[in-house]
């Protein structure tokens, strides 16, 4: 018996057998992490394992550039800087607010302070004599959209009006 995993692995070896054949240079990705590279292990395997099953292998059809800030987030836009090494110009989009903070060009992220506000809850309900084992597990219902266009200058990106008028935060 065939399984769906089995197919689409499959199909992404036949597709990246047709992309190898086209004999385009690797791609390049750009892997920057607030923490230190022990405590982001399970999210590198996850990425690049799915990475993997998609048919993207480092050193065959990728290059990965790892930094990780170790804790400090002032740390982070330095890691960032445009090397001579890469492209004059790299966008990226970042899963925590915080990077489009430190300079990233943008972010998509659950609101941190949503988050606290809904643990306050819990709180008050535990306080109050509510048994912790009983309360329901929550998923963030917000998420936000920040722009950096500081970075956007910079990097020689245009938003479309129609992101600009999306966007929960917009850093100048």
């Known amino acids: ?7 689409l692995t499959g199909a992404a070896s036949v597709a990246m057998t047709g992309w190898a ?6 791609h390049r990705l750009a892997y920057l992490v607030p923490s230190s590279a022990a405590d982001n292990a399970l999210n590198q395997r996850a990425l690049f ?13 990728l290059v990965v550039e790892r930094r990780f ?20 110009r790299q966008v990226a989009v970042y899963g925590q607010n915080e990077f489009a903070d430190a300079g ?3 972010a998509y992220s659950f609101s941190v302070i949503g ?15 509510a048994n912790p ?18 970075t956007a200058k ?13 966007a929960d935060r917009v850093i100048e």
Do not use: W
Not at 154 to 166: H, M, N, S, Y
């Open 154 to 166: 910079a990097q020689g990106v245009t938003f479309p009006r129609t992101v600009l008028l999306r």
């Open 104 to 106: 990233g060009l943008m």
């Open 115 to 129: 988050q606290y506000r809904s643990g306050a809850i819990f709180i008050d309900k535990i306080l109050k004599g």
């Open 49 to 61: 394992g799915a990475l993997g099953e998609l048919g993207y292998r480092e050193r065959h059809n």
């Open 69 to 88: 800030a170790e804790g400090r987030l002032d740390r982070l836009s330095v890691l960032a800087a445009m090397s001579c090494s890469r492209p004059a």
């Open 21 to 26: 054949s086209a004999e385009q240079r690797p």
């Open 1 to 7: 018996m065939t399984t769906r995993r089995q197919i």
């Open 133 to 150: 084992a009983e309360l329901p597990v929550e998923q963030p219902t917000h998420f936000e959209l920040v722009l950096n266009l500081k």
